[in-house]
C-alpha cells in the first residue's frame, strides 16, 4: 500500500515537472515572439541607410517634444547612394504640429471634406499610411498558390511597379497646402476609368535625420489613434515581408486587422520606397470579433543630401479605396 502511494507521488511529481517544463517552453516562445515583434521595416530601415549611430533616439525625441532642437554636428550618418539629390520636388518645412489634424483648418477647399473623409479611413504601417479597401474575401475558395511566399513575393514586386507607374503619371492636380508647409495633390484612379481618388503629399523635413524619422516612425502608438497593435510574421527575403496589424474599434466600427506584405526598395540615389499590399496566408488566421479587411497602398519617402542629411525630401501616395464598416 505504502509502495503504491509512493508511486502515485512519483508520478504527479513527474506530472508536475513537465507542466513546468512546457511553461517554460511557452515563456520561452513567448519572449522569442516579441522579440519578433520588435523587428519591423522601420528597424530595418536603420540597418539600410547605416545602422546604429550610438544616439539614444529615446532621449532625442522626449529633448524635441519639450521643445529642444535637434544636435546633428556630433553625428555621422551613412546613406547609401547619398551622393545624389532625393528626387522629392516637396516644399515647406515640415514644422507641423504633432498630433493635429494632418489637414489644416485654416484652408478652405471644396476638396477638404473629401480629403478628411479619406483620411479617416486610413491607419498607417510600419510609420506609412495606409487606405483601408473592403473587406475579407468573402468566404470564396482560394487557389493554394495565391497563400505561397513567392506569390506574395509577386505580389509586393506588383504593388512596387504600380506605385512607380502613378508616381510618373500627369493629372495630379494641388488640393491643398497644409500650414505646416505640406502640399497634397489628389488624382483619380491608377487605370483609366478607375474613379478612385490618389492622394500624394509632398514636403521637406528639416533640422532631422533619416535614422530620427524612422525612430519616430516606428513608435507609431505615439502618433496613431487608430493603430492597436502589430508584429511580423516572416522575413520572405531579404526586402520582403509578412506584416500583421489590428486597428482599434470605434462607437460606428469593429476592430480591423490586415494580413500585410511590405517590400522596400533602395535606389542608388538615395530614395527609399516602401510599398504595402494585402495577401492571403494561412500564417495569419482570422480572430473572432475582428474584421479581416484588405489595404491596398503606396508610399514613397526621398532622402535629401543637405548637410548631415539634416533635411529630408517626402512624398507620399496613398491609394484608398472602401471602407468596411
Known amino acids: 500500500m505504502m509502495r503504491r502511494r509512493q508511486q502515485q507521488q512519483q508520478q504527479q511529481q513527474q506530472q508536475q515537472q513537465q507542466q513546468q517544463q512546457q511553461q517554460q517552453q511557452q515563456q520561452q516562445q513567448q519572449q522569442q515572439q516579441q522579440q519578433q515583434q520588435q523587428t519591423s521595416h522601420h528597424s530595418r530601415l536603420q540597418t539600410v541607410i547605416g545602422g546604429d549611430d550610438g544616439t539614444d533616439w529615446e532621449a532625442e525625441f522626449d529633448n524635441i517634444a519639450n521643445g529642444g532642437t535637434a544636435n546633428l554636428s556630433s553625428r555621422n550618418f551613412n546613406v547609401p547612394g547619398s551622393s545624389s539629390q532625393g528626387n522629392g520636388n516637396g516644399n515647406g518645412n515640415g514644422n507641423g504640429n504633432n498630433g493635429a489634424n494632418v489637414f489644416s483648418d485654416d484652408e478652405d477647399d471644396p476638396v477638404l471634406d473629401e480629403l478628411r473623409s479619406s483620411a479617416a479611413t486610413m491607419t498607417s504601417n510600419g510609420g506609412i499610411g495606409a487606405g483601408i479597401a473592403g473587406g475579407s474575401s468573402g468566404g470564396i475558395a482560394l487557389d493554394p498558390v495565391m497563400t505561397t511566399s513567392s506569390y506574395h513575393i509577386q505580389q509586393a514586386d506588383n504593388a512596387m511597379n504600380s506605385l512607380k507607374a502613378v508616381a510618373r503619371q500627369d493629372g495630379w492636380k494641388k488640393a491643398l497646402k497644409h500650414k505646416s508647409g505640406v502640399v497634397v495633390y489628389m488624382k483619380n484612379g491608377i487605370t483609366k476609368g478607375d474613379k478612385t481618388p490618389i492622394f500624394k503629399g509632398e514636403g521637406i523635413i528639416q533640422g532631422f535625420p533619416p535614422q530620427y ?103 507620399h501616395i496613398y491609394y484608398p479605396g472602401k471602407y468596411e464598416r
Request: proline share 1%; with cysteine.
Open 213 to 315: 524619422i524612422f525612430h519616430v516612425i516606428g513608435n507609431r502608438k505615439n502618433w496613431d489613434e487608430q493603430y492597436e497593435d502589430g508584429n511580423l510574421v516572416e522575413n520572405l527575403n531579404e526586402t520582403t515581408s509578412l506584416t500583421y496589424e489590428v486597428t482599434k474599434a470605434t462607437s460606428t466600427s469593429r476592430a480591423h486587422d490586415f494580413s500585410l506584405v511590405e517590400k522596400i526598395e533602395c535606389a542608388s540615389d538615395g530614395t527609399i520606397i516602401f510599398v504595402t499590399t494585402s495577401v492571403e496566408t494561412t500564417k495569419v488566421p482570422k480572430i473572432q470579433g475582428r474584421v479581416r479587411s484588405q489595404i491596398k497602398v503606396s508610399s514613397r519617402l526621398d532622402l535629401g543630401t543637405s548637410a548631415h542629411f539634416s533635411s529630408v525630401n517626402t512624398s
